[in-house]
């Protein structure tokens, strides 16, 4: 049998994907809509659900207590007596968390002798939101897939997206790599380390990876708005400070503008939203461009995982990228457009930048893009 290189898999994965999400939902929009899983994930999807008119009917969980509510839809178990088995056989059911194969495999069993017959991933809809406003993301997925540097960044491309695509849940996502999240020794970086920029620092594990692959940096800016991270982010630089020549913390978050945003505390991640003030939540928090706040910094490498807001915050550095032409890590997997339209953008600044694609969790979590400086 012919082995399909990886161009022409997701060639064929795209011919098969509708121009929308309104598309995928339309196929759905008449049945009964469950969410398993009331957490994180589920709440986006909720909100992607809510954005094209849809309104599930309950989110399912096998902890629910009576009268559960979650954002005004009910948590039911998924075994209520209310739901009829005519009901479960018709409705279908977005899994809504975060699963490895074997524990997503094993509740879609669980589920389907409940008599819930039709199952969707719901984190592989939640992240397959190509943007409505650009017709041609298909033209855009193939032609970055040519914009990287090696096979295998193509590789991993190409078996992400397609893993996302084909909803296949965990299972066609590319095995993690065993380099150093960051600092990988297989893509060529072409400027060093000494001059970092570290956003979204959360508790430091990233300075202490870069001290332990350096020995000593020159100096170091940490971007970090999350109080908890925020004391542990200070220990852990305070017992590196022999390691750092001149370091600087802020207590922000980076974006396109300087700015005060409405701010969620989501115990292990960091999330700025400028809706979160309409719904009684969070505390306000100061963005910074990096434009303004690193002006003279002059930065040799610039990371970024900032639960989405990359994008954003890029916008915010477009200036001393285009002048100093930083290497750049950045984490493209908390919206899969990401994957594309930060690999065109950065191009249309620097024509110089060599791309590469790695991953470093299951899942395709923690996949990084990193751009190789010009000269």
């Given at each position: 049998?012919?082995?399909?290189?990886?161009?022409?898999?997701?060639?064929?994965?795209?011919?098969?994907?509708?121009?929308?999400?309104?598309?995928?939902?339309?196929?759905?929009?008449?049945?009964?809509?469950?969410?398993?899983?009331?957490?994180?994930?589920?709440?986006?999807?909720?909100?992607?659900?809510?954005?094209?008119?849809?309104?599930?009917?309950?989110?399912?969980?096998?902890?629910?207590?009576?009268?559960?509510?979650?954002?005004?839809?009910?948590?039911?178990?998924?075994?209520?007596?209310?739901?009829?088995?005519?009901?479960?056989?018709?409705?279908?059911?977005?899994?809504?968390?975060?699963?490895?194969?074997?524990?997503?495999?094993?509740?879609?069993?669980?589920?389907?002798?409940?008599?819930?017959?039709?199952?969707?991933?719901?984190?592989?809809?939640?992240?397959?939101?190509a943007p409505e406003s650009d017709k041609q993301w298909k033209e855009s997925v193939?032609?970055?897939?040519?914009?990287?540097?090696?096979?295998?960044?193509?590789?991993?491309?190409?078996?992400?997206?397609?893993?996302?695509?084909?909803?296949n849940g965990n299972d066609g996502f590319v095995s993690p790599s065993k380099e150093?999240?960051?600092?990988?020794?297989?893509?060529?970086?072409?400027?060093?380390?000494?001059?970092?920029?570290?956003?979204?620092?959360?508790?430091?594990?990233?300075?202490?990876?870069?001290?332990?692959?350096?020995?000593?940096?020159?100096?170091?800016?940490?971007?970090?708005?999350?109080?908890?991270?925020?004391?542990?982010?200070?220990?852990?630089?305070?017992?590196?400070?022999?390691?750092?020549?001149?370091?600087?913390?802020?207590?922000?978050?980076?974006?396109?503008?300087?700015?005060?945003?409405?701010?969620?505390?989501?115990?292990?991640?960091?999330?700025?939203?400028?809706?979160?003030?309409?719904?009684?939540?969070?505390?306000?928090?100061?963005?910074?461009?990096?434009?303004?706040?690193?002006?003279?910094?002059?930065?040799?490498?610039?990371?970024?995982?900032?639960?989405?807001?990359?994008?954003?915050?890029?916008?915010?550095?477009?200036?001393?990228?285009?002048?100093?032409?930083?290497?750049?890590?950045?984490?493209?997997?908390?919206?899969?457009?990401?994957?594309?339209?930060?690999?065109?953008?950065?191009?249309?600044?620097?024509?110089?930048?060599?791309?590469?694609?790695?991953?470093?969790?299951?899942?395709?979590?923690?996949?990084?893009?990193?751009?190789?400086?010009?000269?």
């Amino acid at each position: 049998m012919a082995t399909i290189n990886p161009k022409q898999k997701l060639e064929e994965i795209l011919s098969a994907q509708p121009h929308s999400v309104a598309e995928m939902l339309d196929s759905i929009r008449n049945r009964k809509i469950f969410l398993y899983g009331a957490g994180n994930v589920g709440g986006q999807m909720l909100n992607v659900l809510r954005q094209y008119g849809i309104q599930p009917v309950a989110f399912l969980d096998k902890n629910a207590s009576t009268g559960q509510t979650n954002n005004g839809v009910a948590v039911l178990a998924p075994d209520d007596k209310s739901l009829s088995r005519e009901t479960r056989c018709d409705a279908f059911v977005f899994v809504s968390l975060i699963l490895d194969k074997e524990p997503r495999l094993a509740l879609y069993e669980q589920l389907k002798a409940l008599g819930y017959a039709n199952l969707g991933y719901g984190f592989a809809w939640v992240r397959t939101q190509a943007p409505e406003s650009d017709k041609q993301w298909k033209e855009s997925v193939l032609k970055v897939f040519d914009m990287f540097e090696d096979i295998y960044s193509q590789t991993v491309y190409s078996q992400n997206l397609s893993a996302v695509f084909s909803d296949n849940g965990n299972d066609g996502f590319v095995s993690p790599s065993k380099e150093i999240q960051y600092f990988d020794n297989t893509v060529p970086f072409r400027k060093n380390n000494m001059r970092f920029v570290d956003c979204g620092a959360f508790t430091g594990d990233t300075l202490e990876s870069l001290c332990k692959t350096l020995g000593h940096i020159e100096a170091y800016a940490g971007f970090e708005p999350m109080p908890s991270n925020l004391t542990k982010f200070v220990g852990t630089a305070e017992k590196l400070r022999d390691e750092i020549g001149t370091g600087v913390i802020y207590p922000c978050a980076v974006g396109a503008k300087n700015e005060v945003l409405t701010f969620t505390d989501a115990s292990t991640s960091s999330r700025v939203q400028a809706d979160m003030s309409a719904q009684g939540g969070g505390w306000s928090i100061p963005v910074t461009r990096l434009d303004d706040t690193l002006a003279l910094f002059r930065p040799t490498l610039i990371k970024m995982d900032i639960e989405g807001a990359e994008t954003d915050a890029l916008e915010g550095a477009k200036k001393i990228i285009i002048q100093d032409k930083p290497d750049l890590a950045i984490c493209v997997y908390h919206a899969i457009e990401h994957y594309w339209t930060i690999p065109l953008m950065l191009r249309s600044w620097v024509k110089e930048y060599k791309f590469y694609l790695r991953t470093y969790s299951f899942g395709g979590f923690e996949t990084v893009l990193y751009a190789a400086g010009g000269r």
